[in-house]
Nanobody, 115 residues
């Protein structure tokens, strides 16, 4: 029943790296673009990276060159490699479908980048 489970967050110093994972049960990647969303307390949840059905990747400018989104379609896992982290990357990261097939939100995984 729970379709999206994020993991891999933590506390890291600026300049460090984290790798986030998302187990996306019941989502067929060949029919859905998948993305990572970020939400800081009191702020909107924004899409920061997504990968299309055809494996084209897209990033918000603030993370471009530092983050890499990838997927294992057969296993229905989504990943976000986060390098050169900055304090402004801090927030709760969620995975979800991008587009009409958006699912209920999971719990997310907290990423905290200290300066």
């Amino acid at each position: 029943q729970v379709e999206l489970v994020e993991s891999g967050g933590g506390l890291v110093q600026a300049g460090g790296s984290l790798r986030l994972s998302c187990a996306a049960s019941g989502i067929i990647f060949s029919r859905n673009a998948m993305g990572w969303y970020r939400q800081a307390p009191g702020k909107q949840r924004d899409l920061v990276a997504f990968i299309t059905r055809g494996n084209t990747t897209n990033y918000v400018d603030s993370v471009k060159g530092r983050f890499t989104i990838s997927k294992d379609s057969a296993k229905r896992w989504l990943y976000l490699q986060m390098n050169s982290l900055k304090p402004e990357d801090t927030g709760v990261y969620y995975c979800n479908v991008v587009g009409p097939g958006l699912r209920s939100w999971g719990q997310g995984t907290q990423v905290t980048v200290s300066s």
